[in-house]
């Protein structure tokens, strides 16, 4: 049901925000910052999802989120996230790089320019 939605957002798909800011994580009104993860390789002793989650977690403190980001499973060692800024700032790159090279696996990230509303949600991602 997440990923669907969020596919809609991003297709640009007709949406109603005031019924999807009513579901937790999706303040399209703020500031965001778009991120794709993935990890290179496989390792059988770790949860490649999970290790991508706390990476979430760990760039949206890093960049001075103010909540919990928006984490949507692509596949088996892909994601995507969106951390909520407020309204406005943008982290520093040298933060979120160092975050990525504390994970667990060899994990990868891309961070998008940040934007607000359901424009700057999408341009964010692209």
């Not at 939605?5 to 005031?18: C, K, T």
């Not at 002793?45 to 290790?51: G, T």
Request: aromatic share 4%.
């Amino acid at each position: 049901m997440l990923a669907s939605r969020v596919r809609a957002i991003l297709d640009g798909d007709p949406i109603d925000v005031d019924q999807l800011q009513r579901a937790p994580g999706y303040r399209l009104r703020q500031h965001r910052l778009g991120l794709v993860l993935w990890i290179d390789g496989h390792r059988i002793d770790l949860d490649p999802l999970r290790v991508l989650s706390e990476l979430a977690e760990a760039s949206a403190r890093a960049a001075g989120a103010v909540d919990s980001p928006l984490f949507v499973p692509c596949d088996g060692t892909t994601a995507w996230a969106w951390c909520a800024l407020g309204n406005d700032g943008g982290p520093a790159l040298a933060e979120l790089a160092a975050v990525v090279a504390k994970a667990p696996a060899p994990a990868a990230m891309a961070v998008g320019s940040a934007g607000s509303g359901v424009d700057g949600f999408r341009r964010t991602h692209r």
